[in-house]
């Protein structure tokens, strides 16, 4: 499965208060109001899910949530980390061209951009010390700083003008004056500004769109299932949810098996990887019969003690004596086919139900009689049976 989330995240200054944004996922950030170096991962140390792993969610896994019950352009429910500064995720069917939005193509490994056809490139980031920080399931980034062999782009800031809180006259400053506090030249008040006025004097953006893209496998898909199913008290899993995660989980389990039974119905599965599928304690009857035409008899003795009575019933029927002995030894073959069995016109099916124990006495009596003399010692070796008195006598 391929997943892809936006990412837009900031982190805000300790020393300024500034909101810098990330270029995707990093570690460390120069501040842009102060020039002060801001450690992203020392302010999210304490984060309840394990530092920056889960910088975007700290009561659960947003990967995990976007995978399994999220629908594309859906955001994550979380819009904020633990560590107070804003992140936002949402799911998307694939990375896109941050110039005109066309879906772009999935990188080929080792891909270092993708072009779009209107010619902006963005640049691809393979995982990284900083990006397996983040979350180390992590494919590639796409995007958050434009490919190196791009054209960069230079923020302005004329017309813009920003008020007085009190009496709404412009405030004196141009875009040199980095200070926060400005003193109103017609009332007089003094103005603190905000990030709003801030970006508006220093238009910088206040996000930079990164895509976060993740190959889930199997069991990967099933990890990301016992994430979310072992919060209990998770506020977003009322009981509707929670089945279908359940069911999710059995589903992504069984995919590895479901796709190993196709391959062995197309032919693909031959001597010991088809005998490996059927050390699977988990097949059932169905997946039994489906089976049953491309095995050969020892794939069939295999397989057998794992067979429920109503397939032993069947397999009781099949040409091969190897078979019809196993299902007469078979732990779960009813006594009524047993009984059969005990008349089998091969000997060494005759031999395995004389062992069994839940054999009538009538069958065993009659078994006793039998010209075979390893089905006469299997009735002998059976412990229920129990000879009369000529038998006693003379053994």
Same mark, same amino acid.
């Not at 976007?66 to 560590?83: E, F, G, I, T, V």
């Not at 066309?102 to 900083?130: F, H, K």
């Not at 002995?325 to 016109?345: E, F, G, N, Q, Y």
């Given at each position: 499965?391929?997943?892809?989330?936006?990412?837009?995240?900031?982190?805000?200054?300790?020393?300024?208060?500034?909101?810098?944004?990330? $270029?995707? +996922?990093?570690?460390?950030?120069?501040?842009?109001?102060? !020039?002060?170096?801001?450690?992203?991962?020392?302010?999210?140390?304490?984060? =309840?899910?394990?530092?920056? %792993?889960?910088?975007?969610?700290?009561?659960?896994?947003?990967?995990?949530? &976007?995978?399994?019950?999220?629908?594309?352009?859906? +955001?994550?429910?979380?819009?904020?980390?633990?560590?107070?500064?804003? @992140?936002?995720?949402?799911?998307?069917?694939?990375?896109?061209?941050?110039?005109?939005?066309?879906?772009?193509?999935?990188?080929?490994?080792?891909?270092?951009? $993708? !072009?779009?056809?209107?010619?902006?490139?963005?640049?691809? =980031?393979?995982?990284?010390?900083?990006?397996? !920080?983040?979350?180390?399931?992590?494919?590639?980034?796409?995007?958050?700083?434009?490919?190196?062999?791009?054209?960069?782009?230079? +923020?302005?800031?004329?017309?813009?003008?920003?008020?007085?809180?009190?009496?709404?006259?412009?405030?004196?400053?141009?875009?040199?004056?980095?200070? %926060? &506090?400005? /003193?109103?030249?017609?009332?007089?008040?003094?103005?603190?500004?905000?990030?709003?006025?801030?970006? &508006?004097?220093?238009?910088?953006?206040?996000?930079?769109?990164?895509?976060?893209?993740?190959?889930?496998?199997?069991?990967?898909?099933?990890?990301?299932?016992?994430?979310?199913?072992?919060?209990?008290?998770?506020?977003?899993?009322?009981?509707?949810?929670?089945?279908?995660?359940?069911?999710?989980?059995?589903?992504?389990?069984?995919?590895?098996?479901?796709?190993?039974?196709?391959?062995?119905?197309?032919?693909?599965?031959?001597?010991?990887?088809?005998?490996?599928?059927?050390?699977?304690?988990?097949?059932?009857?169905?997946?039994? /019969?489906?089976?049953?035409?491309?095995?050969?008899?020892?794939?069939?003795?295999?397989?057998?003690?794992?067979?429920?009575?109503? /397939?032993?019933?069947?397999?009781?029927?099949?040409?091969?004596?190897?078979?019809?002995?196993?299902?007469?030894?078979?732990?779960?073959?009813?006594?009524?086919?047993?009984?059969?069995?005990?008349?089998?016109?091969?000997?060494? @099916?005759?031999?395995?139900?004389?062992?069994?124990?839940?054999?009538?006495?009538?069958?065993?009596?009659?078994? =006793?009689?039998?010209?075979?003399?390893?089905?006469?010692?299997? @009735? =002998?070796?059976? +412990?229920?049976?129990?000879?009369?008195?000529?038998?006693?006598?003379?053994?």
């Amino acid at each position: 499965m391929q997943l892809t989330l936006e990412l837009r995240a900031s982190v805000r200054c300790p020393g300024c208060a500034v909101m810098t944004p990330l $270029l995707g +996922p990093q570690t460390a950030v120069s501040c842009r109001g102060c !020039a002060a170096r801001i450690d992203v991962a020392a302010l999210a140390a304490d984060a =309840r899910q394990g530092g920056l %792993r889960y910088p975007f969610g700290a009561y659960y896994d947003a990967v995990a949530e &976007a995978a399994l019950l999220l629908r594309d352009d859906q +955001p994550c429910r979380d819009a904020r980390s633990s560590h107070g500064s804003p @992140v936002a995720l949402r799911r998307l069917a694939g990375p896109a061209c941050d110039a005109c939005e066309a879906p772009l193509p999935w990188p080929a490994a080792g891909a270092s951009e $993708l !072009a779009c056809g209107c010619g902006e490139r963005m640049a691809v =980031r393979w995982p990284d010390a900083a990006s397996r !920080a983040w979350d180390p399931r992590l494919t590639c980034v796409v995007g958050g700083q434009r490919a190196a062999s791009a054209e960069a782009r230079e +923020p302005t800031a004329e017309g813009k003008v920003i008020g007085c809180g009190q009496c709404g006259a412009p405030l004196a400053g141009t875009t040199q004056d980095r200070r %926060r &506090a400005r /003193t109103c030249a017609h009332c007089g008040a003094l103005n603190v500004l905000g990030d709003a006025a801030w970006l &508006a004097l220093f238009p910088q953006p206040e996000w930079h769109r990164a895509f976060l893209l993740y190959e889930l496998d199997d069991e990967r898909l099933v990890a990301l299932h016992d994430a979310l199913l072992a919060h209990d008290d998770a506020y977003f899993l009322d009981d509707g949810p929670r089945r279908a995660l359940e069911a999710g989980r059995k589903a992504a389990e069984a995919a590895p098996r479901r796709r190993r039974l196709e391959a062995a119905a197309r032919g693909e599965l031959r001597g010991a990887r088809l005998e490996g599928l059927l050390e699977d304690e988990d097949l059932t009857d169905e997946e039994v /019969t489906r089976l049953d035409p491309l095995l050969d008899d020892a794939a069939r003795v295999r397989i057998a003690p794992k067979a429920a009575p109503a /397939t032993l019933r069947r397999w009781a029927q099949a040409a091969s004596p190897p078979i019809r002995a196993l299902v007469a030894a078979h732990p779960k073959a009813p006594a009524a086919l047993l009984t059969r069995l005990s008349r089998d016109p091969e000997a060494r @099916v005759r031999a395995a139900a004389a062992a069994r124990p839940e054999l009538s006495a009538e069958a065993l009596a009659q078994l =006793r009689k039998d010209p075979a003399p390893e089905v006469v010692a299997a @009735v =002998r070796a059976n +412990p229920s049976y129990v000879p009369g008195f000529w038998e006693k006598l003379f053994g």
